[in-house]
Each structure stands twice: as structure tokens, then as C-alpha cells.
């Protein structure tokens, strides 16, 4: 039997004023990604073969970030409510003849397993809806159910007091085959307390036309909405929580949990070993058996197994540490590619530049890779040693196992196994001290 073919539209027309921002809701980001984001992934993660994006035509961001993912857009103008917002998605819907999943842009923490769920259960239903039980459940619409069957969804201000004590929620989240979720949201009527199409009348509807209905569970972490900056760090709070746990579950040591601070995308391999009070931007990978002490910053760095890192190190963009590399604290690095076993242990700038194994970069190192136009490039070969206090005006080559004497500043490339010595050379002067002192007392008793 042939998988019967998805299809996600993602609502995304809402006017989020309770942001007061600029940016519109959805493009505020939760573990380092956009809300719509989390929501297109979600999608695709169901396998979906379109995702349709509704959007209102005042929302410029939202349609470019829409577009940029690959998505499909219907513009719902003005926003009459979520089942007019669904309504507007029939045309993109043109000639699909599948399942359809309605999400909403402003919920970005939803299990794939829990929209797998929602799917599987047309499987035995016309429509599921996913369904929660919150501590408050306040303007929710509630699910009104007769055991296993979903018998109608009434929003809040339509309850009758007996409704109202409903404890079970509509998460937003419905699914359905796509020709009925259209007939049926084309009539849906705005004769209600809002004056709005609600979306979830369609269930009603569509009992009526004798198909049935059932509800999924989902945790309320889960399906936390953003509406509000309380809410965007609710949700972030809930994000960092679950990262904390997977992580330790898959055996990554976490020293303090609650000041470790992850990325939608952070990869740590088992035995890993993360300090406190540490901050992993998007695009970090981290291999077996590395230590990360406390009050780091890393973003789009890549780490081997056995490296060992700060504390206090800010690993930019770009970085590649490779199996047994050491970072110190206070060292920045940015575009560096370090091979294995190279250190960079105190007070160094390592950017746009490639080391390679072994590398012993002194303390106080600086690479001085922009010239106020261009970036270039310094290379280190294997085994080379770098003086304390160097300043390695790139672009610039160091050979395989050559020396730098202590605060150069190197111009030139250097040879493989050479010593370059790039100061001025000291000169003593016997004597010149005490003259220095003899000659100021005198001139100072003079003054007198
Ligand atoms: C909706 C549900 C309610 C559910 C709650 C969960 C309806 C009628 N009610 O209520 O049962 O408990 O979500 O959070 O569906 N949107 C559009 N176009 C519109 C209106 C809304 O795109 O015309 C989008 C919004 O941007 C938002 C989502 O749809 O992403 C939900 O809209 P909202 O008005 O917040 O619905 P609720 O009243 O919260
Ligand atoms: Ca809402």
C-alpha cells in the first residue's frame, strides 16, 4: 500500500502586535532559528510534498523568510480568521489529493513523532486534532469528545459555563484529507462572538457529513505558542530544557545544565565533557572525549575528539579544530583550521588561518589578517613554533618546523626548519642606568 501523499499549510498571517517589534512574530528565533523555521522543518520532517505559508500582505519579512525555505505562499488579506487563512490556501492546493496538516507559524517546539501521530490517526479518522491539557486553560478552545471520537471544538467565548470546565485544549494543530478540510472550511460563517471564520468548526461540519473525528495527545511544553517576549523566552526556556536532557541522555557530560545555553542544531558526541556557563551558537559539532571548561562562546565551529578548549575561549565562525588541538583561555579564532595536536593556549587571535599538526602557538600571538579591505591568509606548517607576543602579518607562510623568536612582527614568509627573528636587536648600554639616576637627582636638587 502506497503512503497516502502530505501536505502542510503553515498559518502565518496573524499580526503578532504583542511582539512589539519591527520583525514580525515568526521570524523571532527560538535555539538560534526563526519560529516559521521550526515550522517548515516540522513539516518537512513529515514528509510532506508542499508546504503552503500563509501570510498577510503586510508581512514583507515573513513572505521573503517563506520563500528563502522553500515554501509555498497563499496571502490571506484581510485576515477574516483560521479558517478563512486555511480557505486561502486552496488554490496552492490545486490537484493534491492527500492529507493535509494545518500548523500555526507561532508554535515551534512540536515533536515530529507527535505530528507523525496526527497523520497516522486519518489512518481510522477523518480529521485528528491535537490535543493538551494545560495548567490554565484559559482562551483555549476545548475539545469536546464521547470517548475515542472528537464531537465538536468550541472556541472559549462560545462556551457555556459546563464547556468551559473542559480541561482538554485544541492545540491549533489539525489534519484532514485535503478535499474535505476545503469543503468544509468553505462553510465555515463568521456568526460567532468574534465574527470570525474559525477554522475549528470545521469538525462539526464535517460530523456532519458523517466522517469522524479523534483527538492526539500532546505535552503542553509541546505546544506553547509565542505570542509576547514572555512567551518567545517561555519558549526558549522550554527548547534549552529538552536540549539539556537529550544531551545527557545520549552521554554528554554537562557539569551545570542550567548555564549551558544550546543551538537548534548543536551536535555532541558521547563523552563529552561541557563546563559551565558556556554558550553554543548554531552550526557547533563536537567529537568524543573533548572537554569544554567554562565560559566558552563557539558558533559555526567544528571540534574533534580529545580537544581541549578554554575556559574563556570564543571559538567565530569558521573554526576547525581537529583530534587533540588545545585552545586556551582568552584565544579568539575565526576561519582557522587547526590540524591535530596543535595548541593555541593564552591570549591569541587566530583568524583566517590554516595550522598545521603540532603547531605550538605562543602566548599573546596575533594574526593581523585584515588590512582594512581585504582578509588574507596565514599559514603555519606542521610542528612550527611560534614566539610569545608574534604578530603575523598575513598574507604570510610559516614552514614546517620553523621558529619564530618571541614578539616579531613577521612580514616575510619563512623557510621550513629556519629561525626567523623579526625585532630589533637588543642593545646594552653598561652603565647607562646609573648615569640616568645620578644626572636627575642632581638636576632636581638644582630646582630646588
Ligand atoms: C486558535 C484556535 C483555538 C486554539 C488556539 C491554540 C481557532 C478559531 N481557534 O485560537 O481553538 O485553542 O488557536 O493556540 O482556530 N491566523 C491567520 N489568519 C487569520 C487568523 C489567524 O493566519 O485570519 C494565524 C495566526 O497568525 C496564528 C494562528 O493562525 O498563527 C492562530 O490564530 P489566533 O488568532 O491566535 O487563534 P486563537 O484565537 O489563539
Ligand atoms: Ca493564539
Not at 493535509?100 to 485528528?128: G, N, S
Not at 574533534?304 to 576547525?320: C, Q, V
Not at 607562510?397 to 616579531?408: Q, R, T
Amino acid at each position: 500500500m502506497s503512503k497516502t501523499p502530505r501536505a502542510a499549510i503553515i498559518l502565518a498571517a496573524g499580526k503578532s502586535t504583542r511582539m512589539k517589534s519591527k520583525t514580525s512574530k515568526v521570524l523571532h528565533s527560538v535555539g538560534g532559528r526563526p519560529l516559521l523555521e521550526w515550522v517548515a522543518d516540522l513539516a518537512a520532517s513529515a514528509g510532506v510534498e508542499r508546504t503552503i505559508c500563509v501570510v498577510g500582505e503586510a508581512n514583507i519579512d515573513v513572505n521573503a523568510k517563506a520563500r528563502e525555505l522553500g515554501l509555498d505562499i497563499a496571502v490571506q488579506e484581510p485576515q477574516l480568521g483560521t479558517g478563512h487563512a486555511v480557505d486561502c490556501a486552496k488554490e496552492a492546493l490545486t490537484g493534491f489529493n492527500g492529507h493535509v496538516a494545518v500548523l500555526y507559524a507561532d508554535t515551534p517546539l512540536i515533536e515530529p513523532q507527535t505530528l507523525e501521530k496526527v497523520f497516522e490517526a486519518l489512518e481510522r479518522h477523518d480529521v485528528a486534532v491535537l490535543g493538551f491539557e494545560p495548567e490554565d486553560p484559559g482562551a483555549y478552545g476545548r475539545l469536546m469528545t464521547d470517548g475515542d471520537e472528537l464531537t465538536a471544538i468550541v472556541e472559549a467565548k462560545e462556551c457555556t459555563p459546563k464547556q468551559l470546565e473542559t480541561r482538554l485544549c485544541n492545540s491549533g494543530v489539525m489534519a484532514a484529507r485535503a478535499k474535505d478540510m476545503l469543503s468544509a472550511v468553505a462553510r465555515v460563517s463568521n456568526d460567532n462572538a468574534k465574527g470570525e471564520y474559525y477554522l475549528t468548526d470545521i469538525v462539526e461540519i464535517l460530523r456532519g457529513d458523517g466522517k469522524s473525528a479523534t483527538v492526539v495527545h500532546a505535552s503542553e511544553t509541546e505546544v506553547m505558542g509565542v505570542n509576547s517576549r514572555p512567551d518567545l523566552a517561555l519558549a526558549e526556556k522550554a527548547f534549552q530544557d529538552r536540549m539539556r536532557s537529550r544531551m545527557m541522555q545520549a552521554g554528554v557530560t554537562l557539569r551545570d545544565p542550567e548555564t549551558t545555553y544550546f543551538s537548534w542544531d548543536t551536535e555532541i558526541a558521547a563523552d563529552a565533557d561541557i563546563g559551565a556557563n558556556t554558550v553554543f551558537g548554531p552550526g557547533v559539532k563536537i567529537g568524543a572525549d573533548t572537554v569544554i571548561h567554562p565560559f566558552c562562546h563557539l558558533e559555526g565551529t567544528s571540534i574533534g575528539e580529545g580537544a581541549n578548549i578554554g575556559p574563556f575561549a570564543r571559538l567565530r565562525p569558521g573554526t576547525e579544530l581537529a583530534d587533540e588541538t588545545k585552545v586556551g583561555n582568552f584565544v579568539e579564532t575565526k576561519k582557522a583550521k587547526v590540524k591535530k595536536g596543535s595548541k593555541i593556549n593564552h591570549l591569541s587571535y587566530i583568524g583566517d588561518a590554516e595550522l598545521g599538526e603540532k603547531v605550538n602557538v605562543g602566548a599573546g600571538t596575533i594574526t593581523c589578517n585584515y588590512d582594512g579591505y581585504n582578509k588574507h591568509l596565514t599559514e603555519i606548517g606542521d610542528g612550527a613554533f611560534i614566539g610569545t607576543n608574534s604578530s603575523l602579518v598575513a598574507p604570510v607562510k610559516i614552514g614546517k618546523g620553523a621558529y619564530l623568536g618571541s614578539g616579531g612582527v613577521v612580514t616575510q614568509d619563512v623557510p621550513d626548519d629556519a629561525l626567523a627573528v623579526a625585532r630589533a636587536k637588543q642593545v646594552n648600554k653598561e652603565g647607562w642606568a646609573a648615569r640616568y639616576r645620578a644626572a636627575q637627582s642632581k638636576r632636581k636638587a638644582k630646582k630646588k
